[in-house]
């Protein structure tokens, strides 16, 4: 059975999503039924398969947004049907997929419904929502996510849930063995400690940056303590508000910004922090908090979207609108020693749940059954 992956849309690997589909990939079974192949722009034939020698196939299209979903819509089924695949997934199934299919297609969508068609106009809606309701089977990362697509009008045909995965080979902590340095050296970055991390792309106000900036700064106000907050991720079209937000903080010295931060250089800046502060309000897959946990720091997140089912228990939770308890819940977190500890381990044990092994075995599952 020959299987095509859609590489369109996935950031060149610089996103979530293109992070997703490279640990997917990495992760595929050496033996299987199944023959993979990737197709997309010529400039990702080297970018997701750097561990797994896996076919792929150019698209000879214009790289614009525009020529890539038109292609999509007129060409996909005629380049399928050519190259033979019996099933094609689509990783970014909520921004680019066939609006018919002639093979069995699969969806993967991370993203959570109402942000989907945000920034679309109505003829991309409309061709959205046709391949959503006409493919085979959709894949999300939580329940959340689900009852969202559930309760959105999109006639779905099937959803299933299967949870993004951890590299614990990359994810886990390390004992310091009492050797405590002052400064976090990872390249290109010399961060000086502590801190505490906020891994997100400045892409919206429901990331909720400027609430943890006004929240940080209370913290440093109210409590004195040398800590720095480090803002990791990719300008966005909510940078501008984000930057003007930190420079204007009354702890404006002890804001870094890093931007674009590469996904491998992560479990350091993890392990090398206080905690992870997670605030942002519309997560589909939680994916950044359950990292933070496998390396052994405690997390804080908002009580919203899909964090609290994919944290469990083993976080502490607040509202990222309420600036006073937001900035108690970072003074606690960094303070208390023994509720530190204790959630920290909780969180470490709960990650060694999630794998890319887990996740690429029940999406393999479910490409069979649809096969069927």
Request: proline content about 5%.
């Amino acid at each position: 059975m020959k299987i095509g992956i859609d590489t369109f849309g996935c950031d060149h690997g610089k996103s979530g999503l293109g992070s997703y589909l490279m640990s997917f990939i990495n992760n595929l079974p050496a033996e299987s039924e199944f023959e993979f192949e990737l197709f997309g722009e010529e400039i990702d034939r080297y970018t997701y398969n750097a561990k797994r020698d896996v076919p792929f196939s150019s698209i000879g299209i214009k790289t614009t947004p525009g020529a890539i979903r038109l292609w999509h819509y007129l060409y996909a089924n005629r380049f399928i049907k050519k190259i033979g695949y019996n099933a094609v997934v689509f990783p970014a199934g909520a921004r680019l997929i066939p609006s018919k299919f002639k093979v069995p297609g699969i969806a993967i969508i991370n993203d959570i419904p109402g942000n989907i068609f945000k920034n679309e106009n109505w003829l991309a809606q409309k061709h959205i929502k046709t391949g959503l309701s006409n493919v085979d089977c959709i894949i999300v990362p939580s329940m959340f996510v689900k009852k969202n697509l559930e309760r959105s009008g999109l006639k779905c045909r099937r959803i299933e849930i299967v949870h993004n995965g951890i590299d614990h080979s990359s994810f886990f902590p390390i004992d310091s063995l009492g050797i405590e340095n002052e400064i976090a050296d990872i390249k290109p970055f010399a961060i000086k400690k502590p801190y505490i991390i906020y891994a997100s792309r400045m892409q919206s106000p429901e990331k909720k940056h400027i609430e943890l900036i006004k929240a940080f700064s209370l913290f440093k106000k109210k409590t004195n303590l040398p800590h720095r907050l480090v803002i990791a991720g990719s300008d966005g079209p909510y940078s501008d508000e984000v930057h003007k937000a930190a420079f204007e903080s009354s702890a404006a010295s002890d804001i870094f910004i890093t931007g674009y931060f590469p996904h491998e250089s992560f479990p350091e800046l993890y392990r090398n922090s206080e905690a992870c502060i997670f605030p942002s309000v519309n997560e589909g897959a939680g994916l950044p908090i359950l990292e933070a946990m496998a390396t052994g720091i405690p997390v804080a997140c908002a009580k919203a979207g899909a964090l609290p089912e994919v944290a469990g228990n083993n976080a502490l939770f607040f509202d990222s609108d309420n600036i006073e308890e937001f900035a108690s819940c970072i003074e606690k977190i960094t303070t208390d020693e023994v509720f530190r500890k204790k959630i920290s381990e909780s969180a470490l044990v709960w990650s060694k749940r999630f794998s890319w092994e887990k996740c690429v075995l029940e999406t393999l599952e479910i490409i069979r059954s649809v096969l069927k």
